[in-house]
């Protein structure tokens, strides 16, 4: 707008031989103050504004009105980068008055006398009113949608940097999850079978001078816990690799493990295990995994001779019940180890309930809800 009235005013200085410096020298103090608008208090913006209205009226009182009011216009779009919506319509409302105090001035100072001639002259300073309220209007609503939309992509580029900092801090909960998880199976797995080795290796040490022939079935069992501990570290190392890998159905991988541990501890175990050929493989690796160091801490702390394992599967959930005839404990006694704290974390990981019941000389029971996710999902499906 500065240039087309430069233009406007060098073909004026072209048409009358004189050129109009104080009009040129207005455009250029506004193109100057154009450059950095005040970012300070409200006060400096306050006079800058002034200042610039002052400009433009000084420039209309010089004679200028039919090129210098259309400057009104770049006051209304700097007054949006300035102040708030109040500020910019006071200032849009004092440009206006403004602009109808110069046509005044110049209807006083240019009607015809003519009747006919004035009221042409008066249609024609109506319609330049109209013209130039829709023009400040206009540029004003225009003013306010770039800066929203400007305002609109800083925000965006906040949330994405926001984002970016929430993925990050998600990778590294799951990195700190996917530990967990790895230090639970591999302290339920290769923990279970290293104990199991353990003790074995013990017993037959203890009956190689008296029974021999006795002492290498406990050794051949040492061999094969061996080999099974091996597999579990390998299994630990690929386990992101492995999860398609097919498994036996849940109650018959229960069954190889109880039977296990009948051989190599001598516990009495009673097994109650329903089928369990649609639950989902997180909640049959939880009741697996669970089962093992169940068993694997009856045999080294709780000196019991009886073990019930009992699993029942509904449409809804997964009810594990373990009990033993052991010494129990107290449970508000801090221990340490990852045992039951492995179990409670698993649990909860498949939004399960955990139940440890238990005291001194009365045994330990353990009881595990777990939601059947797969089969409810097969029951929605059917609805559907």
């Known amino acids: 707008m500065l240039a087309s009235c430069g233009s406007l005013a060098i073909v004026e200085a072209w048409q009358g031989h004189s050129i109009p410096m104080q009009h040129i020298s207005i455009l250029f103090l506004l193109g100057l103050m154009g450059l950095a608008l005040p970012s300070g208090s409200q006060i400096v913006k306050v006079i800058y504004t002034a200042i610039e209205i002052g400009l433009i009226f000084y420039g209309t009182v010089l004679g200028y009105l039919h090129i210098l009011p259309t400057l009104y216009l770049i006051v209304v779009m700097r007054s949006c980068f300035l102040f708030k919506s109040v500020g910019r319509w006071i200032v849009t409302g004092v440009i206006f008055i403004l602009f109808l105090s110069d046509q005044y001035k110049y209807i006083l100072r240019a009607i015809p006398e003519d009747p006919e001639q004035q009221i042409h002259f008066g249609m024609h300073i109506v319609a330049e009113t109209l013209v130039f309220g829709l023009g400040v209007f206009f540029v004003l609503q225009l003013t306010n949608k770039i800066l929203a939309e400007r305002q609109m992509r800083q925000k ?18 799951a990195t700190v999850q996917e530990r967990n998880r790895i230090a639970r199976d591999i302290h339920d797995s290769l923990g279970h079978a290293l104990t199991s080795l353990n003790i074995q ?41 492995e999860d398609g890998r097919e498994e036996q159905p849940l109650e ?65 959930k997964l009810n594990l019940t373990i009990e033993d005839n052991g010494k129990g404990f107290d449970p508000q ?28 000389g009365k045994g330990c029971r353990i009881e595990v809800k777990i939601p059947n996710v797969k089969t409810s999902n097969k029951v929605l499906q059917r609805v559907k």
């Open 156 to 173: 965006l580029a906040n949330a994405n940097e926001q984002l970016k900092e929430y993925s990050q801090k998600i990778e590294e909960l």
């Open 201 to 241: 290796m013990q017993t037959a040490v203890k009956l190689w001078d008296k029974q021999p022939t006795q002492a290498h079935s406990f050794l051949t069992q040492a061999q094969s816990l061996g080999k099974t501990a091996m597999q579990e570290v390998r299994k630990s190392i690929s386990t992101l690799r």
């Open 252 to 316: 018959a991988r229960i069954e190889t493990l109880v039977d296990d541990y009948r051989k190599g501890t001598g516990l009495l175990i009673c097994t109650d295990i329903s089928r369990c050929s649609s639950v989902a493989k997180p909640a049959a690796q939880t009741i697996y995994r669970i089962v093992q160091e169940s068993l694997t801490n009856i045999f080294k702390y709780a000196e019991a001779t009886e073990v019930k394992v009992q699993l029942k599967t509904t449409p809804e």
């Open 333 to 360: 006694q801090k221990r340490s180890g990852f045992g039951l704290r492995g179990m409670q974390e698993r649990v909860t990981t498949v939004n399960g309930q955990f139940k440890l019941t238990t005291s001194p």
